[in-house]
């Protein structure tokens, strides 16, 4: 069973909140800079970015993070798994970044990213924005701004599609996978 949970109106409002409190907590645009966690985040990040240059009318600083190498899970996600380039075209060093994703779960794809982050340079902060939080985490790790808390069930899948990566109109699911229907507690 599939549900409907955010249409393109409630994400793009969602990204505008979220642009709103990124500027509220950095007092503006200083030594802010955007990064996205390819695939879903560096669209959701790029998108961010318009929001906050039409509220502020500067454009952040915006990089695309591949994480592909940093992941526990890599011999169990591909035999050969695929890198994309890592682009970030900016000096971290001392700089506020605003890590984006579309969902956080476990916990452990933000924490590949930490890795990878630092590889780049020591930044002033890191700070997390995610569309959706769904819980479960294993890790000690927690959003910044959240566009929408979700409580699952292990049982249940989230899903993002944005115009950008999908070919669908921008939305987001919740799936019920009938192998997993009983699993996990809401």
């Given at each position: 069973?599939?549900?409907?949970?955010?249409?393109?109106?409630?994400?793009?409002?969602a990204?505008?909140?979220?642009?709103?409190?990124?500027?509220?907590?950095?007092?503006?645009?200083?030594?802010?800079?955007?990064?996205?966690?390819?695939?879903?985040?560096?669209?959701?990040?790029?998108?961010?970015?318009?929001?906050?240059?039409?509220?502020?009318?500067?454009?952040?600083?915006?990089?695309?993070?591949?994480?592909?190498?940093?992941?526990?899970?890599?011999?169990?996600?591909?035999?050969?798994?695929?890198?994309?380039?890592?682009?970030?075209?900016?000096?971290?060093?001392?700089?506020?970044?605003?890590?984006?994703?579309?969902?956080?779960?476990?916990?452990?794809?933000?924490?590949?990213?930490?890795?990878?982050?630092?590889?780049?340079?020591?930044?002033?902060?890191?700070?997390?924005?995610?569309?959706?939080?769904?819980?479960?985490?294993?890790?000690?790790?927690?959003?910044?701004?959240?566009?929408?808390?979700?409580?699952?069930?292990?049982?249940q899948?989230?899903?993002?599609?944005?115009?950008?990566?999908?070919?669908h109109?921008?939305?987001?699911?919740?799936?019920?996978?009938?192998?997993?229907a009983?699993?996990?507690?809401?």
């Amino acid at each position: 069973m599939t549900t409907k949970i955010m249409d393109k109106d409630s994400i793009r409002r969602a990204l505008m909140r979220i642009a709103h409190e990124i500027l509220e907590k950095n007092k503006g645009t200083e030594n802010l800079c955007l990064i996205g966690i390819r695939t879903r985040g560096a669209f959701l990040a790029e998108r961010i970015r318009e929001c906050i240059k039409q509220i502020e009318g500067q454009e952040l600083p915006l990089g695309i993070l591949d994480i592909t190498l940093y992941r526990d899970d890599l011999t169990k996600v591909s035999v050969q798994p695929v890198v994309h380039e890592t682009t970030i075209p900016f000096d971290l060093h001392e700089k506020k970044i605003v890590l984006v994703d579309d969902v956080l779960f476990t916990g452990r794809t933000i924490r590949a990213a930490l890795d990878a982050l630092i590889d780049f340079g020591r930044p002033a902060t890191i700070q997390l924005a995610v569309l959706i939080d769904r819980g479960h985490r294993e890790l000690p790790i927690r959003a910044d701004y959240v566009g929408k808390n979700i409580p699952t069930s292990l049982g249940q899948d989230i899903n993002v599609m944005l115009e950008e990566a999908d070919q669908h109109a921008d939305q987001v699911v919740i799936d019920q996978s009938p192998a997993k229907a009983g699993q996990g507690e809401p």
